[in-house]
C-alpha cells in the first residue's frame, strides 16, 4: 500500500518509503543523474534519480518532466504533463504576473506572503477572542452610509438602492451595547477611484468596539492588539520574512509604548526642519542610486550578449528587468518629491493628511504613531466632539512605521443624541436611514469606541511589500476585476 506524505511531514519518516504528490518546480541532469525539485504547497524537496538499468524508465521520464507537470514520486508516475508553463524563470513584469495571478500564487515568494497573511488573520482572531471580544457578523449589503458618499459602491437590491458595505461599525456599536466588547471582521468595499499603492476596491478590516471606553483606552487596546499580532507573525515566520527581505529588527522593536501625537503637532512636524531635510536627503539619494543603476544597467546588458549558457541568459535578462523596474521606480519618486516638499511645507491646519505627509510623518518615526485630534470638518460624522475643542474629534490614526503611513483609524464615538444629530446635519446626510443608529443614543447611550485595522495594508507593512496588489489572494483595483 502506498503511503503518501507531504514535503513538511518528510522528517518523521526517515528511513521509510513514501510517496510524494505535487508539482515540478524545476529539473537539473547532469550525466547520470537527474534532480527534480518538487513542489507541494508545503514546501520544496529535491528529489534525485540516477541512471542506472533497473531505473532507465524512470530516468527517461524524469527527463521528460516540465515545469509545474504535475508528478507522484516514489518511482515516477506523471499526473499531468504541463506544456509551456506561462510564468518561466525568465522575468516577468507585474501586469504579466497579475493576469496570471491564479498561477503566479505557486512561485516562492507569493507562497509566502499568503501563508503569512494565513497567519496575521488567525492571530487577529485569537488575540481578540482571548481579550474577551465577542464575534459579530456585520451585514455586506446596507442601507447607511458608514464612511461618507463618495467611495460607496451601489447595488440594486430588489428594486431598492442598497449599498456594499464600507465598515461594519455601526453595527458594531449596536452590538457592544449587548454584549460589551465586540469586533466584526469581514470585506468591506469602497469605489476608490484612485490607484495607488495603499488602496483596493476590495479590502478585509478587523473592527473592535469597546462599551464605556474612552479614547486613551481605545488607543491603548489598539497599542496591544498591533504588539500582539505582530509577535505572533514575527514568532512563526522569522524565516519567511527573511526570505522577503524583510528587515527583521524593525518589527523586533514594535514594543509598547508606541508615539501618541495630536493632529496640530503633527502639521508642526510637517513645517519643521526635520521634514525638510528627510526630502532633501532623499532626493540626494535616489538620484545616486538612479546613476548606480544606470551603471549597473550598462554592466548587465553587456554580460547578457556574451552570456552563452540558457541559464546565464536567463540570470542576466532577469537582472536586467530588476534593476530596470527599480530605476523607474526611482526615477518616478525623484519626480515626486518636490511635490512631496511643497505639499509638506504649504500644508494647512484643517486639511486631512495625505498620503505623503503621513509618510513623512511615519518615516521620522521608528515605531507606530497615534495621531489624535483631528478637525472635525475631516472627519467621519459618527467621532465624538472633543468637549475641550469643538473644532477637534476625539480620533486617532494608527501610522505604522518606515513610511507605511496609515493601518488603523478609530476614535470615541459621539454618544450624545442632540450633538450626533447635529453632526448628520451637518454632513448633509438623510436622518431617516440613521434612525436606528439614533436609537443607541435614545436607549441607554455610553460612552464607546474602538478602531478598524486593514488587513493588507498591515500585511504590506510586516513583509515590507512597496503595495499593497500582493497582500491578497485576488486583488481588486480599479480597473482590475478579472479573475
Ligand atoms: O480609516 P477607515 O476608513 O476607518 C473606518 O472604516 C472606521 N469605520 C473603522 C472603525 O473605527 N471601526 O479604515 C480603517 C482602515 C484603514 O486604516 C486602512 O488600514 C484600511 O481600513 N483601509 C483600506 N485598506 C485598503 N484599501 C482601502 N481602500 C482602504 N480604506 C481603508
Ligand atoms: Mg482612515
Known amino acids: 500500500m502506498t503511503t503518501y506524505a507531504t514535503i513538511e511531514q518528510l522528517c518523521d519518516h526517515v528511513g521509510q518509503e513514501v510517496t510524494l504528490r505535487g508539482w515540478t518546480y524545476k529539473t537539473r541532469f547532469s550525466g547520470k543523474i537527474g534532480f527534480v525539485v518538487l513542489r507541494d504547497g508545503t514546501g520544496l524537496c529535491q528529489c534525485v534519480v540516477e541512471k542506472l538499468d533497473e531505473l532507465a524508465e524512470v530516468f527517461a521520464a524524469a527527463k521528460e518532466l516540465t515545469q509545474e507537470s504535475s508528478v507522484e514520486i516514489t518511482g515516477l508516475k506523471l499526473v499531468q504533463k504541463a506544456v509551456d508553463y506561462p510564468i518561466t524563470p525568465k522575468a516577468h513584469g507585474v501586469d504579466f504576473l497579475m493576469k496570471h495571478r491564479h498561477l503566479w500564487f505557486r512561485s516562492q515568494r507569493q507562497h509566502v506572503i499568503l501563508r503569512i497573511r494565513a497567519t496575521l488573520v488567525d492571530a487577529i482572531r485569537q488575540h481578540l477572542n482571548k ?46 451595547m449587548a454584549h460589551g466588547k465586540v469586533y466584526c471582521f469581514g470585506p468591506t468595499f469602497r469605489a476608490e477611484k484612485s490607484k495607488t499603492r495603499r488602496h483596493l476596491t476590495e479590502f478585509w478590516m478587523v473592527e473592535p468596539e469597546i462599551a464605556y471606553a474612552n479614547l486613551d483606552e481605545v488607543i491603548d487596546v489598539a497599542e496591544d492588539f498591533v504588539c500582539g499580532i505582530v509577535e505572533r507573525v514575527l514568532n512563526d515566520h522569522r524565516e519567511d520574512l527573511e526570505f522577503l527581505g524583510r528587515d527583521v529588527a524593525s518589527l523586533e522593536c514594535i514594543k509598547k509604548p508606541f508615539y501618541r501625537i495630536t493632529y496640530s503637532h503633527a502639521v508642526d512636524i510637517l513645517h519643521g526642519p526635520k521634514a525638510k531635510q528627510l526630502l532633501e536627503d532623499d532626493l540626494t539619494t535616489k538620484k545616486q542610486a538612479i546613476t548606480d543603476l544606470s551603471t549597473k544597467l550598462d554592466e548587465l546588458e553587456e554580460s547578457a550578449k556574451t552570456a552563452r549558457k540558457k541559464w546565464q541568459q536567463e540570470k542576466a535578462a532577469q537582472d536586467i528587468q530588476a534593476a530596470r523596474t527599480e530605476r523607474s521606480e526611482l526615477e518616478e519618486q525623484v519626480g515626486n518629491i518636490p511635490h512631496h516638499m511643497e505639499l509638506a511645507a504649504n500644508f494647512e491646519w484643517g486639511s486631512d493628511l495625505g498620503g505623503s505627509d503621513e509618510t513623512i510623518i511615519s518615516r521620522l518615526h521608528d515605531k507606530p504613531v497615534f495621531v489624535t485630534h483631528y478637525p472635525k470638518e475631516v472627519k467621519a460624522f459618527y467621532m465624538r466632539v472633543d468637549r475641550e475643542n469643538d473644532k477637534l474629534v476625539e480620533n486617532f490614526d494608527m501610522l505604522a512605521p518606515e513610511g507605511f503611513g496609515e493601518v488603523i483609524g478609530g476614535s470615541a464615538r459621539e454618544e ?68
Open 131 to 176: 481579550s474577551g471580544f465577542i464575534l459579530i457578523d456585520t451585514p455586506i449589503f446596507n442601507g447607511t452610509a458608514g464612511e461618507g458618499h463618495s467611495t460607496l459602491f451601489g447595488v440594486d437590491y430588489f428594486d431598492e438602492k442598497a449599498y456594499l458595505a464600507q465598515t461594519g461599525q455601526l453595527h458594531v456599536e449596536s452590538a457592544c
Open 416 to 483: 450624545d443624541y442632540d450633538i450626533l444629530l447635529s453632526r448628520i446635519h451637518d454632513h448633509k446626510l438623510p436622518i431617516e436611514p440613521y434612525e436606528w443608529y439614533l436609537d443607541l443614543r435614545r436607549y441607554g447611550s455610553v460612552p464607546h469606541g474602538g478602531f478598524g485595522l486593514g488587513v493588507e495594508r498591515t500585511l504590506a507593512w510586516i513583509c515590507g511589500l512597496p503595495h499593497i496588489r500582493e497582500t491578497i489572494p485576488y486583488p481588486r483595483m480599479m480597473g482590475k476585476i478579472e479573475i
